[in-house]
């Protein structure tokens, strides 16, 4: 399993992914994990190359995506 988190403009995204398949989410307060609310599904290719999501991301989720994948496209 890869978790990955950053804060991007006051934001906090965080993605967990377990063979191939993750799940993109947000929370204004990064201590409360319960608070989240749901993004994207993202799907990784074995060499993490590639990451393709199923749904409208807003500037800072591409740039969150952007910063951990090497191409990233929208299925």
């Known amino acids: 399993m890869i978790y990955k988190s950053e804060t991007i403009d006051y934001r ?26 749901y993004i994207a599904d993202v799907y990784v290719t074995d060499d993490s190359q590639l990451a393709e999501y199923d749904a409208d991301l807003d500037w800072w989720q591409e740039e969150f995506l952007k910063g951990l994948f090497t191409n990233i496209k929208k299925i």
């Open 12 to 37: 906090h995204l965080f993605i967990e992914i377990t063979n191939g398949h993750g799940v993109l989410y947000e929370t204004y307060d990064k201590d409360e994990v319960f608070d989240t609310t």
